[in-house]
């Protein structure tokens, strides 16, 4: 039996994956107590993403042997990777009694813990994996996050630095680098890493982009205009690129962010998303839950909500409690397959958001909308959409950027639109919206500062 196991993990080691199981399945069958064999079998079919069988593989070998901390260890990545974090934690501090120096399970449990929003919490945990593992540049990068979301942004640059020595070859210490200084407002300096990300990564959008904006901030306008002008040369028609130039006056701002560089910017970020957004102090899913609740008081759960915009479903388990069927309509692809692994929703839509509202007449007692507005410049007929797709009585709630310094809307240096108080009322007094009540509020931060939002909520009258 040794010589067929030994035989599995040589074909499993050289990527024959399916030739593997076979083999450790043969080993199952002459002997079923082989606790090693199912754990290897249940790695084989993680590997594959057949996640059912992987988990009924490594849940018996885990029956087989409880105290065997690798098996915890590999049961509570997988329930990570599926998206069933509560579960993870279990299993991974499972693991960490059993063995405090298994320092997978220490990494995993940090990366949970961020992914959860916990950073005061996944820091211990990362400096643990980082501590038992110096040369895991993936262990100080995470790290690196903790401490910045935490906005210990001194600390974070030690870690990304670390990272940056480990792995000279990657471009996203540098971007990681380059992020934090221009959040301590070493504009200069973060231009210099962002440039050093391209030497390494010429296709990355998100460092072409960074290295315009801190070209910007650094007040070496026309560099960010040729940076981004050289950027269309090597991509014609990059729609991130020609909306950066508008934003920079360079060309004419145009009524709306295109669709192509909405789904294009969120795809790219969808991933990441939820981390990055967790850095920045991102407040206005929560902002738009406490409009609904002065509007509504307690959750009735019998009304049918559409979340506008609603990216990775920060806002979905905010608005469950009020729905008896809850929306989510997004441009991005990317952004609503993390949406559905949060399981809340009863239905995904990939959609722009104007044509979506103007397709579903009387469709929602409430329309929430975090942050998404702000692509749009003109907002009347995006308010016209949301009133006739509201039901008499319904109600709308968003947040918008504001601007402050004069009237209308403006595109700003970064690509999103800031509206006035006053052309947001009008808006809304133009499309039949009443009872308009606007706020505002802190949405997040972004360069060390708070973006100052406008907190809007209004109802279709009663017919």
């Known amino acids: 039996m040794a010589p067929r196991f030994d035989e599995a993990k040589e074909r499993h080691r050289a990527g024959d994956l399916e030739g593997a199981i076979a083999l450790y399945l043969e080993v199952i069958a002459d002997d079923p107590g082989h606790f090693r064999a199912l754990n290897n079998l249940g790695a084989c079919h993680e590997e594959l993403d057949h996640n059912p069988q992987a988990e009924a593989a490594f849940r018996r070998a885990l029956a087989l042997a409880p105290a065997e901390a690798p098996l915890h260890h590999n049961l509570g990545r997988l329930m990570h990777l599926d998206g069933r974090l509560e579960e993870a934690e279990q299993y991974y501090r499972r693991a960490l009694e059993l063995d405090s120096a298994l320092a997978g399970a220490h990494f995993n449990l940090g990366r949970l813990l961020q992914e959860s929003g916990r950073h005061e919490d996944a820091e ?16 100080h990068s995470c790290l690196g996050d903790a401490l910045f979301a935490q906005h210990r942004v001194e600390e974070a640059l030690v870690a990304y630095r670390r990272v940056a020595e480990l792995d000279p070859a990657d471009a996203a210490a540098r971007f990681d680098l380059g992020k934090s200084l221009e959040t301590l407002h070493r504009a200069e300096e973060a231009v210099a890493c962002y440039r050093a990300a391209l030497e390494r990564d010429a296709g990355s959008d998100a460092a072409r982009e960074a290295l315009a904006r801190a070209l910007e901030a650094a007040g070496r306008h026309e560099e960010a205009v040729a940076s981004l002008r050289e950027w269309l040369e090597r991509a014609p028609g990059q729609e991130l690129a020609e909306h950066l130039l508008a934003s920079l006056g360079a060309t004419e701002a145009p009524a709306r962010a295109s669709d192509g560089y909405v ?45 506008a915009g609603c990216g990775t479903g920060l806002c979905g388990p905010l608005l469950k409690p009020y729905a008896r069927h809850l929306v989510g309509v997004d441009l991005s692809g990317g952004m609503l397959e993390r949406a559905r ?121 009663i017919d």
């Open 263 to 307: 789904r294009d910017t969120f795809d790219r970020f969808a991933a990441d998303f939820d981390r990055t957004l967790a850095k920045l102090q991102y407040q206005a899913p929560q902002l738009v839950i406490a409009m609904i609740a002065v509007s509504l008081g307690t959750p009735p759960q019998e009304l049918d909500v559409l979340d």
């Open 124 to 139: 211990p945990a990362l400096r643990v994996a980082a501590a038992r593992d110096p040369e895991a540049a993936a262990a």
């Open 341 to 461: 692994r949060r399981a809340v929703y009863d239905a995904l839509e990939e959609a722009e958001l104007t044509e979506y509202l103007s397709s579903h007449p009387d469709s929602f007692d409430v329309i929430a909308s975090a942050d998404t507005f702000c692509y749009l410049g003109g907002l009347q007929a995006p308010f016209d959409a949301a009133r006739r797709a509201l039901r008499p009585g319904g109600l709308l709630a968003l947040t918008l950027e504001w601007h402050a310094h004069g009237d209308g809307h403006v595109l700003q240096s970064h690509g999103r639109y800031a509206h006035s108080e006053s052309c947001v009322r009008h808006a809304l007094a133009v499309t039949g919206f009443q009872g308009a009540v606007i706020a505002h509020g802190a949405l997040r931060m972004e360069g060390g500062a708070a973006v100052a939002g406008l907190l809007v909520s209004a109802r279709r009258p």
